[in-house]
C-alpha cells in the first residue's frame, strides 16, 4: 500500500468528524434552497392559472410601432373644468384582450351618459354625445372611449400599445394580469437575497476542510517526510491532499445533501402534526437542482483548493525541515487554544449572523402587515384575499359603530420587470387602522390618482407627479395613474402604492360595491350565543286597523358564507309570532311576519329586542282623505278620494269645503269646489274620527300632480337598500303628461308619466346604501319640488358581533392570510432555517476548534500529566474560546453589518417590492452577540471532547491510534 493511498483512503475519526461537519453546512444549504424554492412555488403555483395574455406600454405620441395594436390618447378637460383620458380604439382592436368598440359618433363611458360633452384638448375641442357603456373591459370605465380620428382632433399626447407577449415579467411595460409575474419576479428576488446570504456556506466548507487536513498534514508530517525523500515532487504531495480533501467534500455533500431533505420534512411533519396550516412540497424539484447541483460541484473544488492550500506548508522547503513536533509557545492572552483560530471563528459567525439579520429582517418587516391589532374580514374559505370579496357596506357598518374600518382591494403588479403591491382603499381609513402619514402632496381624490410609499417611490425611483401605467391583478385590466402623495408607515406597508378603490376594483375585476378584505383597528370580538345572522331592518305600516293583523317586514344578512339558520321572534303588545328561516351562505333576504294588532292605540313591535318600531292602531272606520293638490287655481275642481283606514271607500259621506257640503259616490270620490282665491279647510267627520286637509286657492297654481314619497323602511340601517315609493296622482278633469324626478342620495331617477283625469301610480326607486346620517328625497315635477322627506340611517351595533361570530374576521392582517395560504404558516419556514444555520455554524466553528484544540494536544497532556482534571481542561478551553468568541462575535457582527449593507446598496434587498432594512433591530443585535459567543463555547467544548478522558502519555506522544500497514489512523 503506497503512501499516496494511505493518504487518500485513511481516515481517522476527526476525518469523519469533518465529514459530518461539512455535511452540516451542505444540509443547510439543501434545506435552505429547498425551503425557499418551495416556499416561493406554492403562490406561483396559486397563480398559474392566471397567465397575461399580452403586454402594455404607454409610448410618446410619436412613438406607434407598425405591428402592434395602438391606441392614441389624448388628456383632455370637460367643461366642468375637470381632467379626463380619452383614448381611441380602432375597429380591429375589439378582437383581443375584451377592448371596448368605439361607438359610431361620440363617446362612450363606463358610468356616465349625457346628451352632449365638450372636451377640449391641445389640438382642439370636440362636442358631442356620451353614450353608457356597461360591460367591463379592458380599459377603465373612467376613460372616454372614442374612435382615433376623434383623438387626434383633440391632439394624441400618448399612446398606449398592446402586444401579444407571453412574457409573464417584461423588462418594459406592464403585463394585463399581472399576480403570476409579481410571484415569478419575486421568487426570483427572494432565491437572489437567500443566495447571496447562504452561499456563505461554501466558506465554512472551506473552513472544515482546510482545519481538518492541516490536521491530517501534521499527523502525517513523517509520510510526508519519507515520500519528499524518496522521490515525491511537491505537485504530487499538494496533488494527493487535493484529492484526499476533494473525496472528503464530497463524501460530506452526498450526506448534507441527505440531510437536507430529510430535516426540513421532519419539520414539516412536526409542524402538521401540531397543527400549523402549511402545504409545501419540501421535494428535490428542478428548479432546486438548477440551484444546488453547481453549488456541490464547486462546493468539491473549495474543498480540493483548501486541501493543497493546507499542504501547502509540507513543500516550501526541504524534507529535512519537516517535524512532527510543530506544537509552539503558549499564545498571549490564552492557555490552551491559539488566536489563529479567531480568522476562521469570524468567518463562520458572519456567515451565521448575515442570515439571521436577513431571515429577522423578512420577518419583522412583514410583522406590522401580517400581525395586527385589530381584525381582518375577508371571505371565509379562500384561498388568497385576492380570491375573497367582502360586502363594502361591512365598512360603513362598522365605522357607523365608531370603529375604524378600512375597506380594501389587495392588487399585484409589475413594472418594468419590478414587483409590487397595490392596496386599494380610501387614504383616511387606510391611514386610521395603519398609522400612516402623509409626507409630501395630498391624497388621492380620483381614480386617476394614488398615493406612493415612500420606500416603494425609493424602489420605483418615482416621485410625486409621475405617472404610472398598471396592468389588471388577476384579471385582464390597464390603467393609468398619477402619484399625487407619498406616506410613510410601519413596515411593508410603506412599500405599496395605494389606489383610489374604483381604480383597484377595476384592474381586481370587482364590482364597485365589493372589496377583498376590511381591516379595522381593534378586534372584533362575538361569543357563543352571537349569532352570524343579524337583523338588519324590520318595517311596518306607520298605521294599522285595530282586531286586524299587520304585515312585518323583515330583512337578514347571513354574514357566514355556510348555510345558516335562525329564528325571528316578532311582538306587539302581548301579540307574539316566530318563524325559523334558513339563509344560504352570504344570503340576505326580506321575510313577512303577521301580527295580530288588538285594541286601538299606539303600540311597539319589536323584532328579536333588537328592532323596534312604532305603529298606531286604529278603528276600521276611521276616514282619510287622499289625492288633496296643495295648491288649485281659483274655480278648479280637483278629485278627491275618501277612505276608511283599511282602503275600503266612503260612499255617501259629506265632505266639508269651508262653508259646502258635497256627497261622495259610491267610489269614495267627489270633486271639491274650490271657489276663489283663500286658503280652504277640507273637513270629513265620521262616527269614530274626523280627517283635515288644507288646499291654498290662487290664481298661479298650476294643475299639477299630487304626489307623495314614503321610504320603505322607514329607518334603514347602513346595511340596508331603502327604496323611495312615489305616488302620482291625477286629480283633475285633464289628462297629464309630466316628467318627474326623484333625487336622493347618491341616485337620481327620471320618468316621463302620462295620467288620465283620476288615474293614479306608484313609482318606486331604489336608494344606495348610505352611512349613518340623515337624508333627504326630493319628488320634482316639471323642475319644481312637488314633495319632499327625509329619513335617518343608523349603525347597527349588532353588525362587529355577527361577523365576528360568522368566520368571516381573523386576526393579523390580509398578508398575514396571503403567506398563510401560499406557503403555510411562516414560522416553520423561519424555524427550519434559523435551525439549519445554527447546525451550521457549529459545524464549522467545531472544526476550527478542533484543529486548535488538536494543534495543543501535547499541552493538554502535560496539564493532565502534572494533575489536571477533565473539568479543569474544559474550563481552560472555554476560557480560551470565551475570549476568541467575543472578539470573533464583535468582529463577525460587524463583517456582517458590512455584507447586509453591500447587499442592500447592490439591490439585493428588496423582496416583492418590499425593501428590507439593513440595520438589525436591536433585540436582534443582542440576540446575535449572545448566540455567536454561545455557539462558539458550545463548539469548543465539542472539539476538545474527545480529548478529555484520553491518557496523558497518548496526548504527548499521539501513539493512541492503531496502525495497518505501518501508517497511524485513528
Same mark, same amino acid.
Given at each position: 500500500?503506497?503512501?499516496r493511498h494511505a493518504?487518500?483512503?485513511?481516515?481517522s475519526r476527526?476525518d469523519?468528524?469533518? @465529514?459530518?461537519l461539512?455535511a452540516?453546512t451542505v444540509?443547510?444549504?439543501t434545506?435552505?434552497t429547498l425551503l425557499?424554492?418551495a416556499a416561493?412555488?406554492?403562490?406561483?403555483g396559486?397563480?398559474?392559472?392566471f397567465?397575461?395574455?399580452?403586454?402594455?406600454?404607454?409610448?410618446?405620441?410619436n412613438?406607434?410601432?407598425e405591428?402592434?395594436?395602438?391606441?392614441?390618447i389624448?388628456?383632455a378637460t370637460?367643461?366642468?373644468?375637470v381632467?379626463?383620458?380619452?383614448?381611441g380604439v380602432?375597429?380591429?382592436a375589439?378582437?383581443?384582450?375584451d377592448?371596448?368598440?368605439?361607438?359610431?359618433?361620440?363617446?362612450?363611458h363606463g358610468t356616465?351618459s349625457?346628451?352632449s360633452v365638450q372636451f377640449n384638448?391641445?389640438?382642439?375641442s370636440?362636442d358631442?354625445?356620451?353614450?353608457?357603456?356597461t360591460d367591463?373591459t379592458?380599459?377603465?370605465p373612467?376613460?372616454?372611449?372614442?374612435t382615433p380620428?376623434?383623438v387626434?382632433e383633440l391632439g394624441?399626447t400618448?399612446?398606449l400599445?398592446?402586444?401579444?407577449?407571453q412574457?409573464?415579467v417584461?423588462?418594459t411595460?406592464?403585463?394585463?394580469q399581472s399576480?403570476?409575474?409579481f410571484f415569478?419576479?419575486?421568487?426570483?428576488?427572494?432565491?437572489a437575497?437567500?443566495?447571496?446570504?447562504?452561499?456563505?456556506g461554501?466558506?465554512?466548507v472551506?473552513?472544515t476542510?482546510?482545519?481538518?487536513?492541516?490536521?491530517?498534514?501534521r499527523?502525517r508530517?513523517?509520510?510526508?517526510?519519507t515520500?519528499?525523500?524518496?522521490?515525491?515532487?511537491p505537485?504530487?504531495?499538494?496533488g494527493?491532499?487535493a484529492?484526499r480533501a476533494?473525496?472528503?467534500t464530497?463524501?460530506?455533500?452526498?450526506?448534507?445533501?441527505?440531510l437536507g *431533505?430529510?430535516?426540513?420534512?421532519?419539520?414539516l411533519s412536526?409542524a402538521?402534526?401540531f397543527?400549523f396550516?402549511?402545504?409545501?412540497?419540501?421535494?428535490?424539484?428542478?428548479?432546486?437542482?438548477?440551484?444546488?447541483l453547481?453549488t456541490?460541484?464547486?462546493?468539491?473544488?473549495?474543498?480540493?483548493?483548501?486541501?493543497?492550500?493546507?499542504?501547502?506548508?509540507?513543500?516550501r522547503g526541504?524534507?529535512?525541515?519537516?517535524s512532527?513536533?510543530?506544537?509552539?509557545q503558549?499564545p498571549?492572552?490564552?492557555?490552551?487554544?491559539d488566536?489563529r483560530?479567531?480568522?476562521p471563528t469570524t468567518?463562520?459567525?458572519?456567515?451565521f449572523?448575515?442570515?439571521?439579520?436577513v431571515?429577522s429582517?423578512l420577518t419583522?418587516t412583514?410583522?406590522?402587515v401580517?400581525t395586527?391589532g385589530g381584525?381582518?374580514i375577508?371571505e371565509?374559505?379562500?384561498a388568497?384575499?385576492?380570491?375573497s370579496?367582502?360586502p363594502?357596506e361591512?365598512?360603513?357598518?362598522?365605522?357607523?359603530?365608531?370603529?375604524?374600518?378600512?375597506?380594501e382591494?389587495?392588487g399585484f403588479?409589475?413594472?418594468d420587470?419590478q414587483?409590487f403591491l397595490?392596496?386599494g382603499?380610501?387614504?383616511?381609513s387606510f391611514?386610521?387602522?395603519?398609522?400612516?402619514t402623509?409626507?409630501s402632496?395630498?391624497m388621492?381624490?380620483?381614480?386617476g390618482?394614488?398615493v406612493?410609499g415612500?420606500?416603494?417611490?425609493?424602489t420605483?425611483d418615482?416621485e410625486?407627479g409621475?405617472t404610472?401605467?398598471?396592468?389588471?391583478?388577476?384579471?385582464n385590466?390597464?390603467?393609468?395613474?398619477?402619484i399625487?402623495?407619498t406616506y410613510?408607515?410601519?413596515?411593508?406597508?410603506?412599500?405599496q402604492?395605494?389606489l383610489?378603490l374604483p381604480a383597484?376594483?377595476?384592474?381586481?375585476?370587482l364590482s364597485?360595491?365589493t372589496?377583498?378584505?376590511?381591516?379595522t383597528?381593534?378586534?372584533?370580538e362575538?361569543?357563543?350565543t352571537t349569532s352570524?345572522?343579524?337583523?338588519?331592518n324590520?318595517?311596518?305600516?306607520?298605521r294599522a286597523?285595530?282586531?286586524?293583523t299587520?304585515?312585518?317586514n323583515?330583512?337578514?344578512r347571513?354574514?357566514?358564507?355556510?348555510?345558516?339558520?335562525?329564528t325571528?321572534?316578532?311582538t306587539?303588545?302581548d301579540e307574539?309570532?316566530?318563524?325559523q328561516?334558513?339563509?344560504?351562505?352570504?344570503?340576505?333576504?326580506? @321575510?313577512?311576519?303577521?301580527l295580530?294588532t288588538?285594541?286601538?292605540g299606539s303600540?311597539?313591535?319589536?323584532?328579536?329586542?333588537e =328592532?323596534?318600531?312604532s305603529?298606531?292602531i286604529v278603528?276600521p272606520?276611521?276616514p282619510?282623505?287622499?289625492?288633496v293638490?296643495a295648491?288649485?287655481?281659483?274655480g278648479s275642481?280637483?278629485l278627491?278620494t275618501?277612505q276608511?283606514?283599511?282602503?275600503?271607500?266612503?260612499?255617501?259621506?259629506?265632505?266639508?269645503?269651508d262653508?259646502?257640503?258635497?256627497?261622495?259616490?259610491?267610489?269614495?270620490?267627489?270633486?271639491l269646489? *274650490?271657489?276663489?282665491?283663500?286658503?280652504?279647510e277640507?273637513?270629513?267627520t265620521?262616527?269614530?274620527a274626523?280627517?283635515t286637509a288644507?288646499?291654498?286657492?290662487?290664481?298661479?297654481a298650476e294643475r299639477e300632480?299630487?304626489?307623495?314619497?314614503?321610504?320603505?323602511?322607514?329607518?334603514p340601517?347602513?346595511?340596508t337598500?331603502?327604496?323611495?315609493?312615489?305616488?302620482l296622482?291625477?286629480?283633475?278633469?285633464?289628462?297629464l303628461e309630466?316628467? @318627474?324626478s326623484?333625487?336622493?342620495?347618491?341616485?337620481?331617477e327620471?320618468?316621463?308619466?302620462?295620467?288620465a283625469p283620476?288615474?293614479?301610480?306608484e313609482?318606486?326607486?331604489?336608494l344606495?346604501?348610505?352611512?349613518?346620517?340623515?337624508?333627504?328625497?326630493?319628488v320634482e315635477?316639471?323642475?319644481t319640488?312637488?314633495?319632499q322627506?327625509s329619513?335617518?340611517?343608523?349603525g347597527?351595533?349588532r353588525t362587529a358581533?355577527?361577523?365576528?361570530s360568522?368566520?368571516?374576521t381573523?386576526?393579523?392582517g390580509?398578508l398575514?392570510q396571503?403567506?398563510?395560504?401560499?406557503?403555510?404558516?411562516?414560522t416553520?419556514l423561519?424555524?427550519a432555517?434559523?435551525?439549519?444555520?445554527?447546525?451550521?455554524?457549529?459545524g464549522?466553528?467545531?472544526a476550527s476548534?478542533?484543529?486548535?484544540?488538536?494543534?495543543?494536544r501535547?499541552?493538554i497532556g502535560i496539564?493532565?500529566?502534572v494533575?489536571?482534571?477533565?473539568?479543569r481542561?474544559?474550563?481552560?478551553v472555554?476560557?480560551?474560546a470565551?475570549?476568541?468568541?467575543?472578539?470573533?462575535?464583535?468582529?463577525?457582527f460587524?463583517?456582517?453589518?458590512?455584507i447586509?449593507?453591500?447587499?442592500?446598496?447592490?439591490?439585493?434587498? =428588496?423582496?416583492y417590492g418590499?425593501?428590507i432594512?439593513?440595520l438589525p433591530?436591536?433585540?436582534?443585535a443582542v440576540?446575535?452577540l449572545?448566540?455567536?459567543?454561545?455557539l =462558539?463555547?458550545?463548539?469548543a467544548a465539542?472539539?476538545?471532547?474527545?480529548?478529555l478522558?484520553?491518557?496523558?502519555?497518548?496526548?504527548? =506522544?499521539g501513539?493512541n491510534?492503531?496502525t495497518t500497514?505501518g501508517?497511524?489512523y485513528?
Open positions: 500500500m503506497n503512501y493518504l487518500i483512503r485513511r481516515w476527526r469523519r468528524f469533518a @465529514v459530518l461539512v452540516l444540509a443547510f444549504l434545506g435552505s425557499i424554492v416561493s412555488a406554492q403562490p406561483i396559486l397563480a398559474d392559472q397567465s397575461s395574455s399580452g403586454t402594455a406600454t404607454v409610448l410618446d405620441a412613438d406607434t410601432p405591428d402592434e395594436l395602438t391606441l392614441p389624448a388628456t370637460r367643461a366642468d373644468g381632467n379626463v383620458t380619452v383614448i380602432p375597429a380591429t375589439t378582437e383581443s384582450w377592448v371596448p368598440p368605439p361607438p359610431d359618433d361620440g363617446f362612450s356616465d349625457a346628451s384638448g391641445e389640438s382642439g370636440v358631442a354625445a356620451v353614450q353608457s357603456r367591463r379592458l380599459l377603465p373612467q376613460w372616454y372611449v372614442t380620428e376623434t387626434a394624441t400618448e399612446t400599445v398592446l402586444t401579444d407577449s412574457a409573464e417584461p423588462a411595460g406592464v403585463p394585463l399576480v403570476l409575474g415569478l419576479a419575486g421568487q426570483s428576488q427572494l432565491l437575497v437567500m443566495g447571496a446570504v447562504v452561499s456563505g461554501a466558506v465554512l472551506a473552513v476542510v482546510y482545519s481538518v487536513t492541516r490536521m491530517s498534514v499527523d508530517l513523517e509520510t510526508i517526510r515520500a519528499r525523500a524518496t522521490g515525491a515532487t505537485r504530487t504531495i499538494l494527493t491532499f484529492v476533494a473525496v472528503l464530497a463524501t460530506g455533500v452526498t450526506l448534507g445533501y441527505a *431533505v430529510i430535516l426540513p420534512n421532519i419539520a412536526v402538521v402534526f397543527g396550516p402549511t402545504a409545501l412540497n419540501l421535494g428535490a424539484t428542478s428548479q432546486a437542482l438548477v440551484v444546488l453547481p456541490y460541484v464547486g462546493l468539491v473544488l473549495i474543498g480540493a483548493f483548501a486541501g493543497i492550500f493546507a499542504a501547502w506548508s509540507t513543500v526541504p524534507p529535512s525541515q519537516l512532527a513536533t510543530t506544537e509552539g503558549r498571549s492572552g490564552l492557555i490552551l487554544l488566536w483560530t479567531l480568522v468567518a463562520t459567525l458572519s456567515v449572523m448575515s442570515v439571521l439579520f431571515v429582517a419583522l412583514a410583522a406590522p401580517a395586527t381584525s381582518t375577508s371565509p374559505g379562500t388568497h384575499p385576492i380570491a370579496q367582502v363594502t361591512y365598512a360603513d357598518a362598522l365605522q357607523t359603530d365608531g370603529i375604524d374600518a378600512s375597506a382591494v389587495v403588479a409589475v413594472v420587470g414587483p397595490t392596496r382603499a380610501d387614504y383616511e391611514a386610521a387602522v395603519t398609522d400612516a402623509l409626507e402632496g395630498r388621492h381624490n380620483s381614480s390618482e394614488a406612493i415612500a420606500s416603494l417611490a425609493q420605483l418615482v410625486v409621475e404610472l401605467t398598471l396592468g389588471g391583478s388577476d384579471t385590466g390597464v390603467t393609468r395613474i398619477t399625487v402623495g410613510t408607515a410601519p413596515g411593508a406597508y410603506e412599500d402604492l395605494l383610489s383597484a376594483q377595476h384592474l381586481a375585476g364597485t360595491d372589496v377583498n378584505v376590511i381591516r383597528d381593534e378586534t372584533l362575538g361569543s357563543e352570524s345572522v343579524s337583523v338588519l324590520a318595517s311596518t305600516p306607520e286597523v285595530a282586531n286586524d299587520v304585515p312585518v323583515v330583512t337578514l347571513n354574514h357566514d358564507s355556510n348555510e345558516r339558520s335562525h325571528v321572534t316578532a306587539l303588545g307574539r309570532v316566530e318563524n328561516i334558513t339563509l344560504a351562505g352570504g344570503e340576505q333576504r326580506t @321575510v313577512q311576519l303577521s295580530p288588538g285594541d286601538p303600540k311597539t313591535i319589536r323584532v328579536n329586542d =328592532t323596534t318600531q305603529i298606531t278603528d272606520e276611521t282619510r282623505l287622499s289625492g293638490p295648491e288649485a287655481p281659483p275642481e280637483p278627491i275618501v276608511t283606514a283599511t282602503g275600503e271607500p266612503l260612499a255617501n259621506t259629506p265632505v266639508t269645503i262653508d259646502q257640503t258635497v256627497e261622495t259616490g259610491s267610489d269614495g270620490q267627489v270633486r269646489p *274650490v271657489g276663489s282665491d283663500g286658503t280652504r277640507v273637513r270629513v265620521t262616527e269614530q274626523t280627517a288644507t288646499i291654498n286657492v290662487t290664481a298661479d300632480l299630487v304626489t307623495s314619497v314614503n321610504i320603505v323602511p322607514a329607518s340601517t347602513t346595511l337598500t331603502p327604496t323611495a315609493r312615489t305616488t296622482y291625477n286629480p283633475w278633469n285633464e289628462q309630466r316628467t @318627474v326623484i333625487n336622493g342620495p347618491g341616485t337620481t327620471e320618468v316621463q308619466v302620462q295620467l283620476g288615474e293614479r301610480v313609482q318606486r326607486t331604489t344606495s346604501r348610505q352611512p349613518a346620517g340623515t337624508y333627504e328625497v326630493r315635477v316639471a323642475d319640488v312637488s314633495t322627506t329619513y335617518e340611517v343608523s347597527d351595533d358581533a355577527a361577523l365576528a360568522s368566520g368571516y381573523s386576526s393579523g390580509s398575514d396571503a403567506i398563510e395560504a401560499a406557503v403555510g404558516n411562516i416553520l423561519l424555524v432555517l434559523g435551525g439549519l444555520a445554527a447546525s451550521m455554524t457549529v464549522g466553528l467545531s476548534m478542533a484543529r486548535a484544540v488538536h494543534a495543543r501535547r499541552t496539564h493532565r500529566a494533575g489536571a482534571s477533565p473539568r481542561i474544559l474550563r481552560m472555554l476560557r480560551d470565551l475570549a476568541i468568541g467575543a472578539l470573533g462575535t464583535v468582529s463577525a460587524i463583517i456582517s453589518l458590512l447586509v449593507r453591500l447587499l442592500s446598496i447592490l439591490g439585493f434587498l =428588496t423582496v418590499i425593501r432594512p439593513p433591530t436591536r433585540s436582534v440576540l446575535a449572545i448566540t455567536g459567543v454561545g =462558539t463555547l458550545c463548539s465539542v472539539a476538545v471532547g474527545s480529548l478522558y484520553q491518557q496523558p502519555t497518548a496526548l504527548l =506522544t501513539t491510534r492503531a500497514g501508517e497511524p485513528d
